[in-house]
């Protein structure tokens, strides 16, 4: 193995009353694909933008090259071969990928010469790395996959030899994965080095070297992923023994009941069913959300797509936030003395952190947001002598809703999803992640081109002829 | 605790900021700093006349404060509350000289409603046109404005309106069904000043638009709507309206102006009355943080600092009353660094453990 490319030594970051990280260490070898796991909140993030420049640490050390390291921002980490591509990407989609790749870096911007000379660059970077891209097509114009590779070549172009990827396979379907996955092996074997930050462990099984895992801001691990099972990975990153989802689908394969708790114009939801919606995004996703939101009825639930955008007040506090879809359970005088114990059950039943429904949404991570968004989306007051307010509503639109979030709340999403439809209610899923589908759905339908093109029940399961379809691919 | 003492304490800082950079500003302009702040404090609250004159800027100052922080908490920037206001004062007058003899009773009755409606009605246009045509509130209500100070221009000259007795730019009186500041105790105690009991008008509506905003479904729609747009759209409620209701409540809060200067002071409309009541309301909300109950002690500030700036004029050979202008504006300035202040507290106290408990 080669040198170091760089080292945090005990690095340590606050925000508010939050600590972010403490005293993390992390040594990452030159040429080699470096993963960065741990849950949300975890402390990931906020470690690889201290690196990058974006935050600065509280104490502790950054060392690159060998030399002791302290940017002012990510311009001058940029300069010095540091580069991140963030899990939102940050492209202006009306300008072309050349302009998108360029933007900043010529000292005249209209200077013939220096956009001749920094084409052939990037021809000749695309050429040798193997991204293939048309430089003259509107950002906008791309697949996500496509917008993935401007990001990287963006690095590239700017001479960066550490990359850093935030969450990159989120947004890929199974077939631009490993595509992916071959363009960064040809980054790995041209000696650029690659910090992966993830949650996948199935990914950092197959690409990373190395694996460094953080727990509740601290580095707990540096693992050989070759050498550890997924299970044995997911059981650092989580701190104790993980327990199975449990299932009983199969005693109740047969017991489909004919109730129809939604009818959609192409398909119909009924009670005690999860029906799974497969197909890249862009497919058509957005006209299914939309009909069936037309179509909701008061008791019903939503977890939307973007939590961030369509979910959440990201400025408000979690007992607003609660409010927001539950104001209807209340009376019109909204008195937090009555409510704030309902919020308050939804927080520790859910195991949201910080316990504290006064904290702006904001603050809390991505996973405990969304564990906080299928919380509300499952609780209504309940009217009956049992008490229980998570009885969930009778249909539950479910839009990608893992995205972005650690095993642990993964599984715990999971779970609730299962126990909807258990409860004899009706649970549309749409979602990218096919193994999330076959893990819950009833049945997939597979949309490509806006239409439904095939459907599939359980018993037809199988990633490749349902990964066919989501290409277009006609299976017989 | 936390919660209201760290923004208290980093507006007082604020403050502290705006009186250093005016004392800094008097100082080059070689007058005795602490003499100038003297002669703010002594004009703004030195006697009871002074009082009276500061309370009755801090009664429309409030108004419309409330104006602009009712319709930020939707998302809209209210720049309309002098066009409101203007509105308002103008359809009280005409209502009013419309219909003179009424009971006393009734003629508040009537100059609270169209008061209100009025300056509603003014902002609603503002609100329909975002709400549902996209049209951009900073730019209808300016619009709005330079239309209400026009309309009142003309309107002041016709016969039926104007003023016989002089030269000025105003309506006739009154008749004292409305104009009732001879029956009213405040203005006696005041020793006759602009002021009248419609001062009392500002805190019960601290009071009800804070239970409104913050205690009901209508006031947490509009809340939401200002939040998160999509978001609140996704969950059931209805942007658009909310946005038409909060521009509604805010013009009703402006168009409240007219009370107190149509009843309780001078009896009549008077062109350019307000010396821009409604562009120094933007600044009292900032400086209260859009909170209701904040509103009527940063009001109460702003007046002071307006109605000393008077006498700089007079009393100092170098300075004018825009310093106190630019105080105001470097408190507003100061007010923007404060949630970054209130963060490095808020760190500093968890680093030293202090107030660990929560």
Same mark, same amino acid.
């Given at each position: 193995m080669l040198g170091v490319a760089l080292e945090l030594r005990k690095i340590s970051k606050q925000f508010g009353q939050v600590l972010a990280n403490h005293k993390v260490d992390l040594k990452v070898h030159v040429g080699s694909i470096h993963a960065i796991i741990g849950e949300?909140?975890?402390?990931?993030?906020?470690?690889?933008?201290?690196?990058?420049?974006?935050?600065?640490?509280?104490?502790?050390?950054? *060392?690159?090259?060998?030399?002791?390291?302290?940017?002012?921002?990510?311009?001058?980490?940029?300069?010095?071969?540091?580069?991140?591509?963030?899990?939102?990407?940050?492209?202006?989609?009306?300008?072309?990928? $050349?302009?998108?790749?360029?933007? @900043?870096?010529?000292?005249?911007?209209?200077?013939?010469?220096?956009?001749?000379?920094?084409?052939?660059?990037?021809?000749?970077?695309?050429?040798?790395?193997?991204?293939?891209?048309?430089l003259d097509v509107n950002v906008e114009k791309l697949s996500v996959g496509e917008q993935q590779r401007v990001e990287i070549l963006k690095l590239l172009f700017r001479d960066t030899d550490i990359l850093i990827l935030d969450e990159p396979t989120a947004v890929l379907s199974p077939i631009e994965i490993e595509s992916f996955f071959g363009q960064l092996r040809n980054l790995k074997n041209e000696g650029k080095?690659?910090?992966?930050?993830?949650?996948?462990?199935?990914?950092?099984?197959?690409?990373?070297?190395?694996?460094?895992? $953080?727990?509740? @801001?601290?580095?707990?691990a540096e693992i050989t992923p070759a050498d550890f099972s997924i299970e044995a990975m997911a059981e650092l990153m989580v701190g104790r023994k993980l327990?199975?989802?449990?299932?009983?689908?199969?005693?109740?394969?047969?017991?489909?009941?004919?109730?129809? *708790?939604?009818?959609?114009?192409?398909?119909?939801?009924?009670?005690?069913?999860i029906v799974g919606i497969a197909g890249v995004e862009g497919n058509g996703q957005r006209t299914i959300i939309d009909q069936t939101l037309k179509l909701r009825t008061a008791d019903s639930g939503m977890l939307p797509e973007k939590r961030l955008e369509e979910a959440l007040m990201l400025g408000a506090s979690l007992y607003e936030n609660f409010l927001l879809t539950k104001w209807r359970q209340f009376s019109w005088w909204l008195s937090p003395k009555i409510i704030m114990p309902y919020v308050k059950e939804v927080l520790s039943r859910f195991d949201i952190r910080p316990l504290n429904a006064n904290l702006i949404a904001k603050n809390f991570s991505g996973g405990n947001q969304q564990k906080f968004v299928v919380g509300r989306e499952l609780w209504s007051l309940s009217r009956d002598l049992t008490k229980d307010n998570f009885k969930g509503p009778k249909f539950l639109l479910a839009c990608q809703p893992t995205r972005g979030v650690d095993i642990n709340a993964m599984e715990f999403i999971h779970q609730r999803i299962l126990e909807q439809r258990d409860r004899g209610h009706g649970v549309l899923l749409v979602s990218s992640e096919l193994d999330e589908l076959l893990r819950l759905a009833d049945r997939i339908l597979v949309l490509y081109r806006g239409k439904i093109v095939k459907e599939f029940k359980r018993s037809e399961f199988n990633e490749t002829k349902i990964g066919l379809a989501m290409a277009g691919g006609s299976s017989s | 605790m936390k919660k209201i003492l760290l923004p208290l304490f980093s507006t007082f800082i604020s403050l502290l900021m705006g009186l250093l950079l005016g004392s800094v500003i008097a100082a080059f302009a070689d007058e005795n700093p602490l003499h100038i702040l003297q002669i703010i404090w002594n004009s703004g609250l030195g006697s009871k006349y002074d009082l009276g004159t500061t309370l009755y800027y801090a009664n429309a100052l409030a108004l419309t404060g409330y104006s602009v922080a009712v319709a930020f908490h939707a998302g809209l920037f209210n720049i309309g509350a002098e066009g409101q206001l203007n509105m308002a004062t103008l359809m009280v007058a005409i209502v009013g000289l419309t219909f003179p003899s009424v009971s006393p009773f009734l003629g508040i009755i009537i100059s609270f409603s169209v008061a209100m409606m009025a300056g509603a009605l003014w902002a609603g246009i503002a609100g329909l046109l975002k709400a549902y045509r996209g049209g951009h509130e900073v730019i209808s209500t300016i619009m709005l404005n330079i239309i209400a100070s026009a309309l009142a221009s003309w309107l002041i000259t016709?016969? /039926?309106?104007?003023?016989?007795?002089?030269?000025?730019?105003?309506?006739?009186?009154?008749?004292?069904?409305?104009?009732?500041?001879?029956?009213?105790?405040?203005?006696? $105690?005041?020793?006759?000043?602009?002021?009248?009991?419609?001062?009392?008008? *500002?805190?019960?509506?601290?009071?009800?638009?804070?239970?409104?905003?913050?205690?009901?479904?209508?006031?947490?729609?509009?809340?939401?709507? @200002?939040?998160?747009?999509?978001?609140?759209?996704?969950? @059931?409620?209805? %942007?658009?309206?909310?946005?038409?209701?909060?521009?509604?409540?805010?013009?009703?809060?402006?168009?409240? /102006?007219?009370?107190?200067?149509?009843?309780?002071?001078?009896?009549?409309?008077?062109?350019?009355?307000? %010396?821009?009541?409604?562009?120094?309301?933007?600044?009292?909300?900032?400086?209260?943080?859009?909170?209701?109950?904040?509103?009527?002690?940063?009001?109460?500030?702003?007046?002071?600092?307006?109605k000393g700036a008077g006498d700089l004029d007079i009393e100092t050979k170098n300075i004018t009353r825009d310093l106190a202008v630019v105080i105001q504006a470097v408190v507003v300035l100061s007010i923007s660094i404060s949630p970054w202040l209130e963060e490095k507290i808020l760190a500093f106290m968890v680093n030293h453990k202090w107030g660990a408990k929560e």
């Open positions: 949300n909140g975890a402390g990931k993030s906020t470690a690889m933008k201290i690196l990058c420049g974006f935050y600065h640490q509280d104490s502790g050390e950054i *060392i690159v090259k060998e030399k002791k390291v302290r940017w002012p921002s990510p311009k001058e980490a940029l300069a010095s071969g540091i580069g991140m591509v963030y899990q939102h990407f940050m492209l202006a989609g009306t300008h072309t990928v $050349f302009e998108n790749i360029v933007l @900043g870096t010529i000292d005249y911007p209209w200077s013939l010469i220096q956009k001749k000379e920094a084409r052939l660059k990037i021809e000749k970077l695309s050429k040798y790395y193997g991204l293939a891209l048309d080095t690659i910090l992966l930050i993830t949650h996948k462990l199935k990914e950092v099984k197959a690409i990373a070297d190395k694996a460094t895992i $953080f727990r509740d @801001g601290k580095t707990v327990v199975g989802i449990s299932d009983n689908r199969n005693n109740r394969e047969e017991e489909k009941s004919s109730e129809v *708790i939604i009818s959609l114009p192409d398909f119909k939801v009924h009670a005690g069913e | 016709l016969p /039926v309106l104007r003023n016989t007795e002089n030269q000025n730019p105003e309506t006739r009186q009154l008749s004292l069904s409305y104009f009732v500041r001879g029956a009213d105790p405040l203005v006696k $105690f005041f020793m006759d000043s602009p002021t009248s009991s419609s001062i009392l008008i *500002i805190f019960l509506l601290a009071i009800l638009l804070w239970a409104f905003l913050f205690r009901t479904r209508t006031g947490f729609a509009i809340r939401a709507t @200002g939040q998160n747009e999509v978001a609140a759209e996704l969950a @059931g409620l209805n %942007p658009k309206l909310m946005k038409v209701i909060a521009m509604l409540i805010a013009g009703a809060c402006a168009g409240l /102006v007219a009370i107190g200067e149509v009843n309780g002071h001078t009896g009549k409309f008077l062109l350019g009355f307000s %010396p821009e009541f409604g562009f120094m309301g933007i600044a009292v909300a900032l400086l209260a943080r859009n909170q209701p109950l904040a509103i009527p002690p940063a009001a109460f500030l702003f007046a002071i600092l307006h």
